[in-house]
């Protein structure tokens, strides 16, 4: 039994490493530069690994896009429970959304992994479980429904504008943006 656990372990860190290494491709080639063998080199892995895993590219994408919405969602989740509806809980928000936009190449390689999902409705359910995360956050401020749509879209937009440009807002920006969004009580 251990060497069973132990193969399973080693077999999961492998697959682990080949998703980290299909966003660094996307980051660096985007999402048509991904190939097995690119993904299995940049993983340091033989080139069997990658196909040994994912049977296909669509897979390996998917497999990507699955990681990186489940790690955005809890995130923010984390900063939900600790959120309180006032102007610390903003401000964490602000920290978060300043740090994703310092790494600007990961960024992109989200956002383009995110947007597959435009065009294939099975990715949806995916990059729902990031959107609900987000309208959590933004339920601690408001009940309204359309408001923490507009908050989820407003995330989203500021952070898909902070890529186009060479100099993406800091916390005291990203902060002022969202004073709009989510008025606190304690201000």
């Not at 656990?5 to 290494?21: P, S, T």
């Not at 408001?142 to 100099?167: F, H, K, N």
Request: aromatic share 4%.
């Amino acid at each position: 039994m251990p060497a069973t656990d132990g193969r399973r372990v080693k077999g999961e860190r492998r697959r682990q490493a080949l998703i980290e290494a299909a966003l660094r491709v996307v980051e660096r080639d985007g999402a048509s530069g991904v190939s097995h063998r690119a993904v299995a080199r940049e993983a340091e892995l033989p080139n069997a690994s990658a196909t040994y895993y994912f049977r296909s590219i669509d897979d390996l994408l998917c497999a990507a896009l699955t990681s990186v919405m489940h790690e955005d969602a809890a995130r923010m989740r984390r900063l939900a429970l600790a959120a309180d509806g006032g102007l610390d809980s903003r401000r964490m928000l602000a920290q978060l959304m300043a740090d994703v936009a310092a790494e600007p190449g990961r960024l992109l390689a989200e956002y383009e992994l995110y947007l597959q999902a435009a065009r294939r409705p099975e990715l949806r359910e995916v990059t729902q479980v990031w959107l609900d995360a987000a309208a959590d956050f933004a339920r601690k401020y408001t009940d309204d429904p359309v408001r923490v749509r507009i908050v989820v879209g407003a995330i989203d937009g500021l952070l898909l504008q902070a890529l186009l440009t060479d100099d993406p807002p800091g916390v005291t920006e990203f902060d002022e943006m969202l004073r709009a969004l989510l008025p606190c009580s304690d201000e």
